[in-house]
């Protein structure tokens, strides 16, 4: 059986009301799984000059 620790991130991109999502899954099965899930394509931008 496969287990998994999934934590995810919501953030805005600074300055704006972009909202970018980010999943980080870590497997619970004594293997060093790790993996990463976002979607390609809405990737984080350059926000500007602060």
């Known amino acids: 059986m496969n287990r998994w620790l999934v934590v995810e991130w919501q953030v805005y991109?600074?300055?704006t009301n972009s909202l970018k999502v980010f999943q980080q899954w870590i497997?619970?099965?004594g293997t060093e799984d790790i993996s990463y899930a976002y979607d390609p394509g809405n990737l984080s931008g350059d926000p500007g000059a602060a």
Request: overall charge neutral; glycine content about 34%; proline content about 0%.
């Open 13 to 15: 991109l600074y300055g």
């Open 27 to 29: 497997g619970l099965n």
